[in-house]
Structure formats: structure tokens, C-alpha cells
């Protein structure tokens, strides 16, 4: 079930901007994080100044945009503590799992259409990844 509405109640926020340093922002397309970590995070700016959980990034077309998402977002979240990291190709129709693995977010799969979509970030979620692709 890909649950729709919960944002608010489960701390996801869609295109929110995180600041890590003065020189260190980026705004990632959604979001999930905890109560918890919210609560340390979000500051008057309305930016997250910490990682959040889950970072979501569905790629635009072009090797700049693609590059920019798959290396340098990616390296950026695994410094900064980001715990799983979801990489969605809407033309390719698959998504790319990356999890924290020893203190860096490795590739953990890559999920395509007739595949379940299940973290442990998010218990009871699941999402058959066909259904992100249904408008398309």
C-alpha cells in the first residue's frame, strides 16, 4: 500500500531545502524524518539543518542533472548521515536503494516496476513500484 496523506503525520515534506554548511544546501525532492529528528532540525528558516532520514531524488533528464543526483548528492548524503537514499529513474521505470551500510550508503538494490518497495525506516509501508510509474 502506498500510503497518501500521512505526510504531515509521519514528518515527510516534499522539496524541502537542507542546509549543512553555509556552502553545503541542496533540496532534494521529498523527504521522511522523525518526530525526533525534526524537532533538532527544522530551524526558523523553515530549512532541515541536519539529516534527515531518507532522501528522495526523482531524476531530471540530462547527464548534468543525472550526474549531480547519482555521485554528488549521493556523497553528500552519505556524509552527512542520510540513512537510506532513493534514487527514482522515471524513464528507466526503476528505483535505485541505496542504505547505510558501515558508516556509507552503498547500493543495497534496484527495485523495477513489478517489485515491492519496503524500508525499515518505514514499517508497514510497502509500495508496488508499478504504482509510481502509473501516470507516466
Known amino acids: 500500500m502506498c500510503p497518501v496523506g500521512a505526510r504531515e503525520k509521519r ?25 525526533e529528528r525534526l524537532a533538532k532540525s527544522l530551524q526558523p528558516d523553515g530549512k532541515l539543518h541536519s539529516a534527515p532520514e531518507l532522501a528522495i531524488e526523482v531524476l531530471s533528464p540530462g547527464t548534468t542533472n543525472e550526474r549531480r543526483d547519482r555521485e554528488i548528492k549521493l556523497k553528500l548524503y552519505s556524509r552527512r548521515g542520510v540513512l537510506e537514499y532513493w534514487v527514482v529513474s522515471w524513464q528507466e521505470r526503476c528505483l535505485e536503494l541505496y542504505r547505510r551500510e558501515e558508516a556509507v550508503l552503498k547500493l543495497y538494490s534496484t527495485l523495477y516496476e513489478n517489485d515491492l518497495l519496503q524500508s525499515p525506516l518505514l514499517p508497514g509501508f510497502s509500495c508496488q513500484l508499478s504504482q509510481l510509474f502509473d501516470e507516466i
Do not use: E, H, Q, T
Open 11 to 35: 514528518g515527510a515534506n516534499s522539496a524541502p531545502g537542507l542546509i549543512f554548511d553555509d556552502d553545503d544546501d541542496v533540496a532534494p525532492d521529498v523527504v521522511w524524518i522523525s518526530r
